[in-house]
């Protein structure tokens, strides 16, 4: 299975910020990653598919890029609905789709 | 308006089986996209259990192949997962989720990303 590593585990931002995450795959899975963002109590939401295409109704302050095995989300000014955990995922090889084991942001 | 509502038991014995349907209300399961099962232990990631199609077709977890079933009721709009041997490493939040889908020359075909979810429930399996 393919695993996946996201940096940093956590870390404190404040409203209006530029932040970035990082996910890593354990081998190449071309740009088959996609993003979630999950809030306390609530499902994951699809932020980002393919990498770097942003799911319909998201806000565009949120990007994806990269591809082979490292890949970056950026949330450009940080609003303060964004203080959330977020996951990655691959889908290039299955089974198992597989997740990173998520990014907290929180209030500074 | 497409949803997705889990329900069963919120509590297993170890060793019993867990049981859990979703049923989806403003589209019909018949129509296409495949799926599927995540779960997420409290205060921990995210874990994909399988995904199903209308016409059957599974795909599974290979950590947990040997111990999960995912069925699929056209009739009534459902899908189900039961898992089998419970510990208390299965107690999570189970979501059931739809598969993104994207349009093959047959129909919708497995993307392996998920943009619609249930609201999840939690199942505890404890004595």
């Known amino acids: 299975a393919i695993r996946m590593t996201q940096s940093p585990s956590s870390f404190s931002a404040s409203t209006g910020d530029r932040v970035t995450i990082t996910c890593r795959a354990s081998?190449?899975?071309?740009?088959?990653l996609a993003w979630y963002q999950q809030k306390p109590g609530k499902a994951p939401k699809l932020l980002i598919y393919?990498?770097?295409t942003l799911q319909s109704g998201v806000p565009s302050r949120f990007s994806g890029s990269g591809s082979g095995t490292d890949f970056t989300l950026t949330i450009s000014c940080l609003q303060s609905e964004d203080f959330a955990t977020y996951y990655c995922?691959?889908?290039?090889?299955?089974?198992?789709?597989?997740f990173g084991p998520g990014t907290k942001v929180d209030i500074k | 308006q497409v949803q997705l509502q889990e329900s069963g038991p919120g509590l297993v014995k170890p060793s019993e089986t867990l049981s859990l349907t979703c049923t989806v209300s403003g589209y019909s399961i018949s129509s296409g996209y495949y799926w599927g099962w995540i779960r997420q232990p409290p205060g921990k990631g995210l874990e994909w259990i399988g995904s199903?199609?209308?016409?059957?077709?599974?795909y599974y977890n290979p950590s947990l192949k040997s111990r999960v079933t995912i069925s699929v009721d056209t009739s009534k709009n459902q899908f189900s997962l039961k898992l089998s041997s419970v510990t208390a490493a299965d107690t999570a939040v189970y979501y059931c989720?739809?598969?993104?889908?994207?349009?093959?020359?047959?129909?919708?075909?497995?993307?392996?990303?998920?943009?619609?979810w249930g609201r999840g429930t939690l199942v505890t399996v404890s004595s």
């Open positions: 995922q691959q889908y290039y090889s299955y089974p198992p789709f597989t």
């Open positions: 199903i199609y209308h016409s059957g077709s599974t």
């Open positions: 393919a990498a770097s």
């Open positions: 989720a739809r598969d993104a889908g994207i349009n093959g020359d047959w129909g919708l075909i497995l993307t392996g990303y998920f943009d619609l």
């Open positions: 081998q190449g899975i071309s740009s088959y």
